[in-house]
């Protein structure tokens, strides 16, 4: 069965600092992936996603992401956090191949200490 | 572009009581998503529909989950009856099917069983 894992569960660190959270899924196939930010007492709204081409994307608000399909990766990066990026970051793996079946992860919750 | 629309926003009701969630996806997408979110946790797939047809409910506690989508529009979530680790959010997502494209949330509805 499709899977999604997110390596870390929380994260902590100063602003300016740089945030690196790691995602692997388990499927072989033809994916679309998708990186969500949930901001405290809002919805989900999307980050970033990878369908084809350039696996180096670029996202709002400083964010990018790697799509490395040797290793199923797609790890999503940003060189300098600022307090505003307190949330919880969650990667999401698309199956087409499943009917467009979307499998999250298990979050990442991130506090940036101003 | 309306968004997501999900109502109740909260909902507190007792074990073994019934209560349904509504949602109405953005105007012209066939793909409609249900999830259940418990605290700490990824959103997790309840139910799928492409138009008013079921894609995936391999994850739906079927003997007391229901969930309908008879005119391939709006959707309604049902739970009968409701046990206390029912309480979590519940997230309604739609997505259209033309091309890659990414899925879009609603609110959701914060349900709490006491």
């Known amino acids: 069965a499709q899977s999604v894992s997110q390596h870390n569960h929380h994260v902590i660190l100063s602003e300016a600092a740089s945030l690196e959270l790691g995602c692997n899924y388990s499927?072989?196939?033809?994916?679309?992936l998708f990186w969500y930010v949930q901001y405290p007492g809002q919805h989900l709204q999307l980050l970033l996603k990878?369908?084809?081409?350039?696996?180096l994307v670029k996202g709002i608000k400083g964010f990018e992401a790697e799509f490395i399909k040797s290793k199923f990766s797609f790890n999503l990066r940003k060189p300098s956090v600022q307090w505003s990026d307190t949330a919880e970051y969650f990667c999401?793996?698309?199956?087409?191949?499943?009917?467009?079946?979307?499998?999250f992860g298990g979050g990442t919750r991130v506090l940036v200490k101003p | 572009e309306a968004g997501v629309a999900q109502s109740p926003r909260y909902k507190i009701i007792e074990k073994r009581q019934s209560v349904a969630f509504w949602c109405n996806p953005i105007?012209?997408?066939?793909?409609l998503y249900w999830y259940q979110q418990i605290l700490g946790q990824g959103p997790k797939l309840l139910i799928q529909?492409?138009?008013?047809?079921?894609?995936?409910d391999s994850q739906l506690p079927k003997d007391r989950f229901s969930a309908e989508r008879l005119k391939g529009v709006d959707s309604t979530l049902k739970i009968q009856p409701a046990k206390l680790e029912d309480s979590a959010v519940y997230l309604c997502?739609?997505?259209?099917?033309?091309?890659?494209?990414?899925?879009?949330f609603g609110q959701g509805t914060r349900l709490t069983v006491v």
């Open positions: 999401a793996v698309k199956l087409k191949a499943a009917g467009n079946k979307l499998t």
């Open positions: 997502a739609s997505s259209s099917t033309d091309g890659n494209t990414e899925a879009f």
């Open positions: 105007s012209g997408h066939a793909t």
């Open positions: 529909f492409q138009n008013n047809g079921v894609v995936d």
């Open positions: 990878y369908f084809s081409g350039d696996p």
């Open positions: 499927y072989g196939g033809t994916v679309n």
